[in-house]
């Protein structure tokens, strides 16, 4: 027996002697984001850290990239890290100094998906695919072309009952959502014609993931009823067929903005 589970033992032993509520863990991970299983605390506090800027990792500067580049999703699979965005062009969002001189300062072209590689998160390549054609050329790093895509938010799929073909997955779409598959995370198609979800807005990031606990596809998308953006959530065994979507409850608390979710489990404690 371990020091680790000889010490759970001994607690657990004590709080049963003492009549206290047991939280059994088992041998799982926990993150202390709360109160939940503290029972007091002396000379000590939770703080939330916040993240450090390191340096610029990659320059959205090619042509079909444009000037509203968005939506960046980051995969770590295996030996390396995958991330898909949004290429698209939009004079409005030009600096406002400039428009006022009247000069052209962006193109506008249809929204693309773009996909990049890293073997350590910081030093970006962009692979010439050749799949999608833009200004009569296939010498880029597109994989998708469809206004579809305005929001393309893939995983990789860890049911294990995932076809061969269907190892990663997707949603994304503009108005309604529709489901994607790929066997390499590269080439993708559409699990079928029909969007697969329509009572949302969808107008930003919409997540997918498999929850391994609970053993079912969940995705988090975005509504806005009341006049205010916020989240559903809904379930799925197959990918295709979902429940219906559930608004968000964050009980007496003032209505606020929220735009842009990029709910995950968490790899250490996936619960």
Known sequence: MGARSLVWMLLLAQLVTAGQPVIDIGNRLELFVD???????????????????????????????????TYCTVIKDDDRYRLYY???????????ALLRKGE??????EEVTCYAESKDGIRWTRPSLGLVEF??????????????????????????????????????????????????????TKMRAEPVITDGRFDSLNVAFYDTV????????????????TV?????????????????DYGPAPLEQLYTNATTPYFRAPH
């Open 232 to 248: 559903k959530f809904a379930t799925s065994k197959d990918f295709l067929k979902w429940t219906p979507g559930v608004l968000a």
């Open 214 to 229: 609970r053993g079912e596809y969940v995705v988090i998308y975005r509504d806005s009823p009341y006049g205010i953006r």
């Open 104 to 109: 052209t300062v962006v193109p506008v072209h």
């Open 86 to 96: 949004r290429g698209s062009s939009d004079p409005s969002y030009a600096p406002t």
């Open 135 to 188: 200004q009569n050329s296939r010498a880029n790093n597109i994989i998708l072309g469809e206004t579809a895509v305005h929001n393309f938010a893939p995983f990789k799929d860890a049911n294990p009952a995932a076809a061969p073909g269907a190892r990663y997955k997707a949603v994304g779409g503009s108005g309604k959502l529709f489901a994607y598959q790929s066997a390499d995370g590269v080439r993708w």
């Open 35 to 69: 109160g939940y299983l503290i029972d007091s605390m002396k000379g000590a506090s939770l703080r939330l850290h916040a993240p450090r800027e390191e340096s610029t990792a990659i320059v959205f500067d090619q042509p079909w990239e444009g000037n509203t580049s």
